[in-house]
């Protein structure tokens, strides 16, 4: 089984910056593409950035230049540094990891369980 653990959310100021890390465990799933996504107060869940097994990334157009995805594939973890924060940016933010089971070849989408940032003005 996989599972994916966030950490780092929490109350910033604007202009602030905080950084998120997201570490996979489990065995036998070959990762691919890991993600972040956030979902504000009654707005639909929204793709922050996605960064690939190569390092190749791509982010919202809301966060570019000022968020920041990466990775440590040995470790199976994925961070995002957030910069320049702004009360917009307030939101669950979810971590996403998709991937290959080794054993059955069947992909998977795994999610964590969220981590709340908070941008205050």
């Known amino acids: 089984q996989v599972r994916l653990v966030e950490s780092g959310g929490g109350l910033a100021q604007a202009g602030g910056s905080l950084r998120l890390s997201c570490a996979a465990s489990g065995s036998g799933f070959n990762i691919n593409r890991m993600s972040w996504y956030r979902q504000a107060p009654g707005k639909q869940r929204e793709l922050v950035a996605v960064?690939?097994?190569?390092?190749?990334?791509n982010y919202a157009d809301s966060v570019k230049g000022r968020f920041t995805i990466s990775r440590d594939n040995a470790k199976n973890t994925v961070f995002l540094q957030m910069n320049s924060l702004k009360p917009g940016d307030t939101a669950n933010y979810y971590c996403?990891?998709?991937?290959?089971?080794?054993?059955?070849?069947?992909?998977?989408?795994?999610w964590g369980q969220g981590t709340l940032v908070t941008v205050s003005s």
């Open positions: 996403n990891a998709g991937g290959v089971m080794v054993l059955t070849t069947k992909y998977l989408e795994v």
């Open positions: 960064i690939d097994h190569g390092g190749s990334t």
